[in-house]
């Protein structure tokens, strides 16, 4: 079991603020096995909230897959959430954990990768995620580009298919084969509303629900600003409405770290650069 950390929940507007003293044991905890529990960091109510605007998102994502014929190992799966706007917005908002995804970041800047979702339903198998994977293609190794977040909407128990981590194999550039995987690995246990935080590059497998209820997450990642997202999620909401935007909820969506696509774009002083200054 992961050592756990407890913090204060969020409320209003902008990142609560963590306890260096926690800092300091998640960085040790994040060199040892790569990833950390934060039991309790989301609100009953706001839970709530993300449960009701994730189900409608993923029919929404269910009809474009099953239109553009991407099925195959897809369900209950939904991507880049923060275009449906509302809850998953205000979660950037109130973007639990910054302090310590700063921290994992070199006390850096970081941008919003991708925004997923996940229902995991009774099944002998499960969607994609239940292979041993990580979410980052070319293996890190100490530099930390890429951070994933796990945020458990329901109460993630070994019954339901709570998350198996392989801890230290984000030490490896080799992929473990499955025995090897799942005679070491261990679940991420927590009461909805806990957060996992984890190196990318830790192999890691969604596990097998057994029960009836379906057993819901959220998985948002994060990169530092030079790093491809998934997603142009400026370009998907435009200078509009970027401008309205709070400025560390344009910075995750990549405002500050954009790509100019001409030469009046590229030749402007730094602050209105496409690519400002400090990111990196
Ligand atoms: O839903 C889970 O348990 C794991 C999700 C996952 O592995 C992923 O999104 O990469």
């Given at each position: 079991?992961?050592?756990?950390?407890?913090?204060?929940?969020?409320?209003?507007?902008?990142?609560?603020?963590?306890?260096?003293?926690?800092?300091?044991?998640?960085?040790?905890?994040?060199?040892?096995?790569?990833?950390?529990?934060?039991?309790?960091?989301?609100?009953?109510?706001?839970?709530?909230?993300?449960?009701?605007?994730?189900?409608?998102?993923?029919?929404?994502?269910?009809?474009?897959?099953?239109?553009?014929?991407?099925?195959?190992?897809?369900?209950?799966?939904?991507h880049h959430l923060v275009v449906f706007e509302g809850a998953f917005i205000r979660f950037l908002e109130e973007l639990p954990l910054h302090d310590y995804l700063t921290a994992y970041f070199d006390d850096g800047p970081y941008i919003l990768?991708?925004?997923?979702?996940?229902?995991?339903?009774?099944?002998?198998?499960?969607?994609y995620v239940g292979a041993v994977h990580r979410d980052i293609r070319s293996w890190s190794g100490d530099l930390h580009l890429m951070m994933n977040m796990l945020v458990m909407l329901d109460d993630f128990t070994e019954d339901n298919g709570a998350t198996w981590f392989l801890s230290g194999s984000h030490k490896y550039a080799e992929k473990p084969s499955d025995e090897e995987f799942f005679a070491r690995a261990e679940r991420a246990l927590g009461p909805r509303g806990s957060i996992v935080l984890f190196n990318s590059n830790v192999w890691h497998a969604a596990g097998i629900n057994h029960t009836d209820r379906p057993r819901r997450g959220l998985t948002p990642m994060f990169t530092k600003p030079?790093?491809?997202?998934?997603?142009?999620?400026?370009?998907?909401?435009?200078?509009?409405?970027g401008a309205g935007f709070l400025p560390h909820v344009a910075q995750l969506l990549g405002y500050n770290a954009r790509i100019p696509a001409t030469l009046e774009e590229w030749y402007q002083v730094p602050e209105k650069r496409m690519y400002k200054p400090g990111q990196g």
């Open positions: 079991m992961a050592h756990d950390v407890s913090v204060s929940q969020q409320s209003g507007h902008g990142p609560a603020p963590a306890q260096t003293s926690n800092v300091d044991a998640f960085r040790a905890q994040m060199a040892s096995k790569g990833w950390m529990v934060f039991r309790d960091v989301l609100d009953e109510a706001f839970c709530r909230q993300l449960i009701d605007e994730q189900e409608q998102a993923t029919r929404r994502c269910r009809e474009i897959q099953e239109r553009n014929g991407v099925v195959n190992r897809m369900e209950g799966t939904s990768n991708s925004f997923g979702g996940v229902i995991n339903f009774k099944s002998k198998t499960s969607a030079f790093f491809k997202p998934q997603f142009d999620f400026a370009r998907y909401f435009g200078d509009e409405r």
